[in-house]
Structure formats: structure tokens, C-alpha cells
């Protein structure tokens, strides 16, 4: 059994909504552990960064918008196979097209504002837990 992290954000059109607390339900239900979290609202700059693979495409520059439109929730999740598992929660970016059920479905109003963010691999979820956490921040469990 491999225990993995992820790295997950609810996203500002979410927090607005005073959706935090049924997103984390449906993290929980699914069987995956919040190991750190916080509330924080990320400058551009921040932003920026974060989702530096998209710059230059036509949604850039709105997204970095709405990103730091408001608040939002980072996390760290930990379970089996945490990240192909909350990229399943999640559902497909595009609500449109999201599996019923998921958070997507259920939550996101558009393609932009879809609520929530999850690493897409393990490699991304080390890179975007250390670009919001120190080592400190995170409480593994027994
Ligand atoms: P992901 O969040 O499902 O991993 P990415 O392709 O990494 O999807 O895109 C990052 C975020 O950028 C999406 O979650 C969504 O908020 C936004 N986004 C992606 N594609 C578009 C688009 O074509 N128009 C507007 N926003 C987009």
C-alpha cells in the first residue's frame, strides 16, 4: 500500500459559496486525509508562478485573475494513491464534461471557475506542496 500526498486548492468562485466545508467533506468521505492546510490569498506574482506552464496561453492572464480574486483554500491530502484518486473527486476541468458525482459536477460554474485544483502527478504534487508549505506546516497522521 503506497501512502501518497497531493496538493489541492479551493478555488475562489468555492470559498465565496461557503463551499469549504462540503468539498472537505467529500475529501474525507473519499478517504483521504487533510494533513495541512490554510486560507490564504495569493498577489499576482504568487499566482503567477503557480501556474507558470500555462503562461502565454489565451486564459492566462484571466486566470491569474481569478485566482487572486479572493481567498482560497491550499491543502495537503495523503491516502493511497491520493492523486489519481483527487484528480478523480475532482472530476474533468471543464464541468460540462465532468463525471456525475464529482466535485466538478456539482460545484463548478464554468470552465475558470471550477472550484477546485489538484496535482496531476507526483511530481507535480511535491513541486506545489513546497511552493505553499514548509516542511513544518504538514501533520502527518498516525
Ligand atoms: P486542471 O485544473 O484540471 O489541472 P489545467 O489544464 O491545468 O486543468 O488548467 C488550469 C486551470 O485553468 C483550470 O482548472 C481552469 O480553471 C483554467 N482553464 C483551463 N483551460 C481553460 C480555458 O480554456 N479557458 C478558461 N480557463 C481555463
Do not use: W
Not at 486548492?9 to 473519499?30: C, H, M, Q, S, T
Not at 486564459?59 to 489519481?84: C, H, I, K, R, Y
Amino acid at each position: 500500500m503506497t501512502i501518497e500526498r497531493t496538493f489541492s486548492i479551493v478555488k475562489p468562485d468555492a470559498v465565496k459559496r461557503n463551499l469549504i466545508g462540503a468539498i472537505y467533506n467529500r475529501i474525507e468521505k473519499a478517504g483521504l486525509r487533510v494533513v495541512a492546510a490554510k486560507m490564504i490569498r495569493m498577489d499576482a506574482n504568487k499566482a503567477k508562478g503557480f501556474y507558470a506552464e500555462h503562461e502565454g496561453k489565451p486564459f492566462f492572464d484571466d486566470l491569474v485573475a481569478f485566482m487572486t480574486s479572493g481567498p482560497v483554500m491550499v491543502q495537503v491530502l495523503e491516502g493511497e494513491n491520493a492523486v489519481v484518486r483527487y484528480r478523480e473527486l475532482m472530476g474533468k476541468t471543464n464541468p460540462e464534461e465532468a463525471a456525475c458525482g464529482t466535485l466538478r459536477a456539482d460545484y463548478a460554474l464554468s470552465l475558470r471557475h471550477n472550484s477546485v485544483h489538484g496535482a496531476d502527478s507526483p511530481e507535480s504534487a511535491a513541486r506545489e506542496i513546497a511552493y505553499f508549505f514548509a516542511d513544518d506546516e504538514i501533520c502527518p497522521r498516525d
